[in-house]
């Protein structure tokens, strides 16, 4: 192998080693640097929808970086079509004309600056960057090995635009589905389980806050229904006939944070071929649900803030402000006044964002609802995998169901049901991978305390004093002190009662379990 081809490898196994764009450009950064001077690696897009040159990513040590998106000039798109690139090239702004008009912008001058045009099929979609500060660092031998990089780049920056694309349309299709769902089976507070329960007060609260504009702060663990309950807020409150638009902050990649909430102008630059609205102005005569805004990088912190104060939006390279008529609900897993105390939330916006704070307790904390939770996601799921008629529930499971501390919430129980129904053979749903917490919680959260909460039937009350001997007799069936001769009943009955019941035991004899 050359050196040559080497170094071809080398470089496309790191960046198309990862997932994450930034980790791969990190690591041919570092690669890079080894053979030769450089100080940044950028690698952009030429955004003909925003009619910008847009920064997907980069990796550098302390340079200044030209900023993540410069909108291009009158005319602009048309002239890189016509010039053709396709090798590298050291920029000379005095020889190029498109370059030289974006010089001060692109910082480009005291330094040397390395541009490897990227196509995909002929077609230019961007550019990597390589820099050095200082001028005339590189010549004629890194510019020929550079075009080594033209093709694993353009793959790599083909996949993150494909990647970028998909969450676009993944966004767009669950604010759909959230809309037909409502359509199709009615008020989002019917779906809630719990709410005379476990949710009560939740509930109180959402029937509080509902009717008026306030902004509101879900906060509660991951997976314990903060979606559904910003959900029933807006249905039930005036709003509901007008869109509810959903922006999960954590999903959202940096770059395109402006355009994706505020939107872009159409004609603000050539070749921005449509006007984009934001999620902020798809939102209008609505609610926006800004979920895991814990995520939000500080710099769109600021840009949502002076939206919250001024109801108002500025489109990128749009050149007035668009008023919206908005009602803001937000959430997050994370705590965010330890977020403030460490700087990594601003505290004007958790003014702004915690006036009406409404906490969302995990399931362990409600575990009467379990039951409950089980049955609904039995009946939901087995409709939606095509199971005509939805299995029973073995009452030794839904007992164990309620001793375990569910850290997933209820979404863990979600997926847990599906599971279930998925390698589910016949009889009742005995839900056998699921363990309780720890062993030595004690029974009477369910046999005492909880029971009430519920109203047990008979086999499920035979289920919780079945379990509660059997825990009296350390898991013995037979002989003195087993469970069958404290019950009262022969050992194989017993056996055959716990199968149907779904609780589990040790199968060997003579061991006390
Ligand atoms: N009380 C409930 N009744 C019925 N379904 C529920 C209930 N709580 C949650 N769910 C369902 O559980 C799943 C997870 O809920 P949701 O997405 O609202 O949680 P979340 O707290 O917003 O999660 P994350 O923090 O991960 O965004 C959803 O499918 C939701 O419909």
Not at 64 to 78: D, N
Not at 127 to 150: F, K, N, P
Request: glycine content about 10%.
């Amino acid at each position: 192998m050359t050196g040559r081809d080497e170094f071809t490898r080398e470089i496309t196994l790191r960046i198309c080693g990862s997932l994450e764009i930034k980790e791969s450009l990190r690591s041919a950064f570092e690669y890079l640097k080894e053979q030769f001077r450089l100080e940044a690696l950028v690698l952009f897009v030429i955004d003909e929808r925003l009619g910008a040159v847009r920064r997907i990513d980069h990796a550098s040590e302390n340079v200044a970086l030209p900023p993540q998106l410069i909108p291009l000039p009158e005319g602009m798109l048309q002239k890189i079509a016509a010039r053709n690139y396709s090798e590298p090239f050291i920029v000379d702004i005095e020889k190029d004309e498109i370059l030289g008009a974006l010089a001060p912008v692109l910082k480009i001058e005291g330094n040397t600056h390395l541009i490897v045009p990227l196509r995909i099929r002929g077609e230019l979609i961007g550019g990597l960057t390589l820099q050095a500060s200082g001028e005339g660092r590189y010549g004629e031998e890194l510019l020929e090995l550079a075009g080594c990089l033209a093709e694993p780049f353009a793959i790599a920056l083909a996949n993150t635009l494909a990647h970028e694309e998909v969450l676009r349309y993944q966004a767009i299709l669950l604010d759909d589905k959230r809309f037909l769902n409502r359509e199709l089976y009615g008020d989002a507070a019917d779906g809630i389980i719990g709410g005379n329960t476990g949710l009560r007060n939740v509930m109180e609260m959402v029937r509080q806050v509902a009717p008026l504009n306030s902004t509101v702060l879900i906060l509660g663990e991951t997976g314990t229904g903060k979606e559904m309950i910003a959900n029933a807020i807006h249905f039930s409150s005036p709003r509901k006939n007008g869109p509810f638009i959903t922006v999960n902050c954590g999903a959202l990649p940096e770059n395109l944070i402006d355009s994706e909430l505020f939107g872009h102008e159409r004609g603000a630059f050539t070749g921005a071929v449509a006007e984009s609205r934001g999620r902020f102005e798809r939102a209008d005569g609505g609610t926006i649900f800004l979920d895991e805004i814990g995520e939000l990088p500080l710099n769109a912190q600021v840009r949502l803030l002076r939206v919250l104060q001024n109801r108002e939006v500025e489109r990128v390279g749009g050149k007035r402000p668009i008023p919206v008529d908005i009602r803001v609900i937000a959430a997050t897993h994370r705590n965010l006044q330890s977020m403030v105390a460490e700087g990594n939330f601003r505290e004007d916006l958790w003014y702004r964002l915690s006036g009406f704070p409404i906490m969302v307790p995990p399931v362990r904390q409600r575990k009467e609802d379990v039951p409950a939770l089980t049955r609904y996601f039995v009946a939901v799921r087995s409709r939606d995998l095509g199971i005509g008629v939805p299995p029973s529930i073995a009452p030794g499971a839904l007992q164990r169901l309620m001793e375990y501390d569910w850290p997933g919430n209820v979404r863990e129980l979600e997926n847990l049901v599906e599971r279930e129904l998925i390698l589910h053979r016949g009889g009742a749903l005995t839900f056998s991978t699921i363990l309780p917490s720890s062993e030595q919680k004690d029974m009477s959260l369910v046999a005492g305390n909880n029971r009430s909460l519920y109203p047990l039937n008979l086999d499920e009350a035979n289920a919780v004093h079945i379990t509660e001997v059997l825990k009296l007799a350390k898991g013995k069936i037979d002989g003195p002190g087993g469970a069958a001769e404290l019950l009262g009943i022969n050992p194989s009955t017993l056996r055959s009662r716990l199968d149907k019941l779904g609780i589990l035991y040790r199968r060997n004899r003579n061991v006390a379990g």
